[in-house]
């Protein structure tokens, strides 16, 4: 796993590549329903299981799918994302479901703008691969959920093979530059280690897309490049992605998990 602190100035372009790419792609991300169909949602929302006193906090949150969705189980749900535009989406989407226990936040993952132990369930998903610094995230995440809370993080995973996994990261930073990597399923569960949470439960699923489509809702430097990469990924299934050719096009999957853990409540000091 590579995750060295950048400098602040390779910080401070990386969070303009993730402003640039999230604000146009608002929409089109909004509109994905591998991402945000009601079965989609479902397994997320059942992993956390969200109760009516309970309060959530989904950071990346993007178009609020997440976020809308916990609020129909739980008593108040919050939403945090760095770019306005897929805000506006959120807020968009809460009036259109006449949602009114939700509040929205532009913020740093790394540097949530709550105090200690304020929610019941933090969650992230499919963000972490966006994120320089994994761990300051998470640690954030634990630091803002109550002891006994749910912390939750979905994403992508690379496989275990390093040649796959480094052509699926090739792929994916020419695609989206804000990019940074899809972590093994082993790195991420050893990111819940070191903040000092438990083993967590994982939970597998499959998000289906096709080359062109996914392509198309990104804004890459040299879109025909990144169609050369899914090509040569068919033969041998390259990337670990089940890339596949049927008819005219090229098919994959992004293997995904969700992964829970509780934070341990603390004995009393003597």
């Known amino acids: 796993m590579s995750n060295p602190d950048p400098a ?26 591998e991402l945000h169909s009601a079965e989609a949602l479902a397994l997320l929302v059942d ?55 939700v509040t929205w936040a532009e913020g740093n993952v790394y540097a949530l703008p709550f105090q200690e132990q304020s929610f019941d369930i933090v969650t992230c998903r499919f963000a972490f691969h966006h994120f320089a610094r994994p761990l300051a995230a998470l640690a954030e995440m634990v630091r803002v959920c109550r002891p006994g809370g749910v912390v939750l993080v979905s994403d992508a995973v690379a496989s275990d093979d390093k040649a796959k996994a480094d052509a699926f990261n090739k792929m994916e930073r020419h695609r989206d530059p804000s ?22 439960a994982q939970k597998f699923f499959q998000v289906p897309d096709e080359a062109g489509t996914a392509v198309a809702r990104s804004f890459p430097d040299d879109a025909a490049a990144v169609l050369r990469l899914f090509e040569e990924a068919v033969p041998g299934d390259g990337m670990g992605l089940n890339t596949r050719r049927e008819g005219n096009k090229i098919l994959f999957a992004y293997p995904a998990v969700i992964l829970t853990a509780t934070k341990p409540v603390k004995p009393p000091a003597r």
């Not at 390779?10 to 329903?33: E, K």
């Not at 990597?181 to 990111?191: D, M, S, V």
């Open 179 to 200: 990019t940074v990597e899809f972590l093994t399923l082993g790195a991420l569960c050893n990111l819940f280690a070191a903040a000092d949470l438990p083993v967590p």
């Open 8 to 33: 602040p100035d390779s910080a401070a372009v990386h969070d303009a590549l993730i402003r640039d790419q999230f604000t146009r792609q608002a929409g089109i991300f909004a509109s994905v329903p």
């Open 47 to 101: 992993a956390a299981h969200p109760g009516p006193d309970h309060t959530t906090l989904d950071i990346a949150c993007g178009p609020g799918s997440v976020v809308v969705a916990m609020a129909k189980r739980a008593r108040h749900a919050t939403g945090l994302d760095a770019t306005q535009a897929m805000l506006d989406q959120a807020r968009a989407l809460a009036e259109a479901e006449g949602r009114k226990n």
